[in-house]
């Protein structure tokens, strides 16, 4: 039961966030500091859902360096995944 | 693009039933949901017993983005039918908007511009729930020593890289990067919310200072 009502209540916030904006009638116009302050929030929330799993844990320091130059300079998702998986064993493998 | 869904679908579907969540409904959650990250966080959360409630707002917290998308979506569709803008909300997912969203930026007047994203979406769609599939029938068949769980921020930092577009926007993820680390003891993952209101105060506050 709670895991029905968890994932109901995961679907409704979701789709509520991603239609937001997209509902609201052409005339609405959005305050100029919220409009502003959206610009940050992918960079934001994105790099803090990944940054406790590189700078926290030690281990994975060095692997997530080599991913995040990698993403910096190729912007290739697949690219990065393989580069950081594959520097987390080489770096494991050198201790 | 499109390879990188595969391993993080893969890790999504491992870490549901990982948790305990039974594989039909680990599916159905993907389908609904249709958001990874939130949903490897709500697994872990879930397999720790932590309340509904604090369930609902961390993935409230992590897909806080979409609304910024939506926001940012909303000048290209803000005039098609409202079935056409539903859909659209549907489909948005960090990879599709970013794909999207440059074709828009290089192409502003294409009158095509939701054929794109429906294809574009429901191609992501597809083979994100294939992946996901193909994780939940792997299960635990994984061994742990291949590490794959660290995919997960592997991903998340090839999908931030892209929005780091000027100063602004690096000083916001700089900022939100030393805050989820500062605020870590902080209790029920509120040091998420913390770091994005700190990183969006500090690009706001930073791009004001010009």
């Known amino acids: 039961m709670t895991l029905w009502l968890t994932l109901i209540g995961m679907a409704l916030v979701t789709f509520a966030l991603r239609a937001a904006f997209l509902v609201l009638p ?3 116009e959005l305050p100029a500091l919220f409009r502003r302050a959206l610009r940050y929030v992918p960079a934001a929330v994105l790099t803090a859902i990944w940054a406790p799993e590189v700078l926290v844990k030690n281990e994975q320091l060095p692997a997530g360096v080599v991913a995040i130059a990698v993403a910096w300079r190729w912007r290739m998702t697949f690219a990065t995944i393989i580069a950081g998986l594959a520097a987390l064993h080489f770096f494991a493998w050198l201790k | 693009m499109l390879l990188a869904v595969i391993p993080f679908g893969i890790i999504t579907g491992v870490a549901m039933v990982a948790s305990g969540i039974p594989p039909l409904v680990a599916m159905l959650m993907s389908i609904v949901v249709f958001a990874g990250a939130s949903m490897v966080a709500s697994a872990q959360l879930l397999a ?3 309340p509904i409630v604090l369930v609902i707002l961390t993935t409230l917290v992590i897909n806080l983005r979409f609304m910024m998308y939506s926001a940012s979506l909303r000048t290209h569709f ?5 079935k056409q803008r539903l859909a659209v909300a549907y489909l948005t997912a960090d990879n599709v908007y970013a794909l999207v969203l440059n074709r828009f930026a290089e192409h502003p007047d294409d009158p095509g511009k939701f054929e794109y994203f429906l294809g574009a979406g429901l191609l992501v769609w597809a083979v994100w729930q ?3 599939l193909a994780g939940i029938l792997i299960g635990a068949g994984v061994p742990p020593a291949w590490r794959l ?3 997960a921020p592997l991903a998340f930092i090839a999908l931030s890289i892209p929005f780091l577009r000027d100063r602004a926007t690096v000083i916001a993820a700089l900022a939100a ?3 989820v680390v500062a605020f870590q003891d902080v209790p029920l993952r509120l040091n998420i919310i913390l770091a994005a209101a700190t990183g969006i105060a500090a690009g706001l ?3 004001k200072r010009k």
């Open chain 2, 205 to 207: 506050v930073f791009a």
């Open chain 2, 78 to 82: 803000a005039h098609a039918p409202l």
């Open chain 2, 149 to 151: 769980e660290f995919a």
């Open chain 1, 26 to 28: 052409p005339g609405i």
């Open chain 2, 177 to 179: 990067a030393v805050a």
């Open chain 2, 48 to 50: 720790s017993n932590t």
């Open chain 2, 130 to 132: 294939g992946a996901v």
